[in-house]
Structure formats: C-alpha cells, structure tokens
C-alpha cells in the first residue's frame, strides 16, 4: 500500500503564497510521477501540474507562471509553491502518486483558503 499525505495548505490574503508538501510512503516501487490537482467547491478536479521522475514538468496552462511543482526522489516527496494566490485559487489540493503500471494513489487533500 501507498500512503500520501499531504501538508502546508491554510488561510492565506490575496497575493501571499503557500508551500504544499506530499509525502509519500509505504510500498512505492516504479513511481512514474507525482502530480497536485485541486477541487474547488461545486466544480470538478482538475489537475494543476505533474512531474515526472525524470524531472519533466507539465502545468495546466492557469497556473503557469505563478504555481511551481517540485520534487525529492530520494525522500518521495512532491512539493507546490503557490505565489500571488487569488480568491479563486481557494480549493482543497490533492496529490496523486502514478506508477509505471499505471496505478493511481491519492492523498487526502489540503484545504487552501485565500480570503482576506
């Protein structure tokens, strides 16, 4: 079993930043990539950026420029740093784990709030 647990999220004024972290444990083998998707309030998931083992990075074109997916092979863990956050980028953050074979693993979110 893959366990994720993600941190780092809260209440934050418009134009702070947050740093979101996800651990990852348990029995990760052939770990294809990690990714941060959100879910906002009556709306669906939607991914915000993925990195793969190799370092390549896809973001979803919303996010470019302001939100930066980073990762730590050797301790498993995904990182997001979130600068200039906006009212709507409020939304709980998940993580998902991918493996070679093609399995799906999930955190079980951090709430973001960006208000003032």
């Known amino acids: 079993q893959v366990q994720l647990v993600e941190s780092g999220g809260g209440l934050v004024q418009p134009g702070g930043s947050l740093r979101l972290s996800c651990a990852a444990s348990?029995?990760?083998?052939?770990?294809?990539?990690m990714g941060w998707y959100r879910q906002a309030p009556g709306k669906q998931r939607e991914l915000v950026a993925r990195?793969?083992?190799?370092?390549?990075?896809n973001y979803a074109d919303s996010f470019k420029g302001r939100f930066t997916i980073s990762r730590d092979n050797a301790k498993n863990t995904a990182y997001l740093q979130m600068d200039s956050l906006k009212p709507e980028d409020t939304a709980v953050y998940y993580c998902r784990l991918e493996t070679a074979k093609l399995a799906y693993y999930w955190g079980q979110g951090t709430q973001v709030i960006v208000s003032s």
């Open positions: 348990g029995s990760i083998f052939n770990v294809n990539a």
């Open positions: 990195i793969s083992s190799g370092g390549s990075i």
